[in-house]
Structure formats: structure tokens, C-alpha cells
């Protein structure tokens, strides 16, 4: 109760403990964003970083692919003309490359296993532009709209500047009053 809390996405929210949420966008749009022309897409992106990837994991549909990982480390620039020219990211496990990929208009499909059982950041997007498992209607779901999650996505990015003084003010007043009530209770009476 002493403390005040945030989280960036609902599946962190900690049970049993009031935080707040504050979505940061971390997607530098200066450097991914999506082509001017998407009929020129081909191939996949597989994404591997704690979840180790063997070929019989990738689903059929998304070959021949390239991997990321970091073995293989690559800018971020780099990173967005592979968004740009894919026909999708498949991943394993949570990642950011997730956002940077959909804000290329690359759609994502998430696949799930032992370690990896949400959709990340479902509550703040719901399954825009990101599909659930292997079969290929859900690259086809996640490329349909994909468009729209960047539109949602732009709305929390320009909304986060209020977002932030909100829960700084909100912040402020909260370590004011709880300060007043350890002042009070150890004046005694």
C-alpha cells in the first residue's frame, strides 16, 4: 500500500496489488514504418532469442524464411527493411520486434508453447495485426489488419505525453498523502 505502481501492458500487472497502467511507446516511427507499396512482399522473418527455433517448429506456410536472432545482430534500420519486404514475423516468445514489425506492416503471427501462452499486450490491442498459432488463417487475420493496429497504435502514441503528466501528477499526490499520514501518525497524540 505504500507503493504506486505502473505497468506497461495488463499481463504485468501484478496480482493482488494496485498499479496503474501507462503504455510507453517504444517503436521509433522515424525508422520503422510501413512501405509505400506492400504488394512487393516475400519470404519470412523468424524471430529467436530465449526460445531456441528448430525447423520443425516453423509453420509450412512461412518458408523460406530468414532468422533473427542475436547471433546474427542487425540495426534497427536493418531490421526495418526486413519488416518491410516480409510477408510476416513469426515469433515464440514476448518481444518488441513484435511492434516494430506490425508498424512496418509486417503482420505477426505469435506461436504458442510452454513459455509463451498469451497474446502480448492483448488487452490494449486485442489480436490486431498479430494471428495465434500456426494455421495460415491467422497470418491472413493479422494481415488484414494490421493497418488498423497501427492507427490504434499511433492514438497511445500521441495520447502518452498527457498519459505521462497524469500519472506523474497522480504520482505526486499519492506520496504527498501517504508522507502526511506517517507525519500524522508519528506525531502521536
Known sequence: ?????????????????????LFIPI???DIFWPPANDSNRHGYLI??????????MVPSWAVPFTMIEMSNPRTPRQLAELYRKSCGLVIFERTGAQLEAL??????VT???????????????????????A?????EWAAKTVTVFQKVYRAYANAFPDELVSRI???????RGRDAIATSASDGP
Open 1 to 21: 500500500k505504500s507503493e504506486y505502481l505502473l505497468h506497461f501492458a495488463e499481463e504485468f500487472q501484478l496480482e493482488h496489488l494496485q498499479s496503474f497502467p
Open 27 to 29: 517503436v521509433d516511427e
Open 47 to 56: 524471430y529467436s532469442h530465449r526460445v531456441p527455433v528448430r525447423q520443425e
Open 103 to 108: 508498424m512496418c506492416g509486417c503482420p505477426v
Open 111 to 133: 506461436i504458442p508453447n510452454s513459455s509463451f501462452r498469451d497474446i502480448p499486450m492483448f488487452g490494449r490491442f486485442g489480436n490486431l495485426g498479430v494471428g495465434w498459432g
Open 135 to 139: 494455421d495460415i488463417s491467422q497470418l
Open 169 to 175: 501528477e497522480e504520482a505526486l499526490l499519492f506520496f
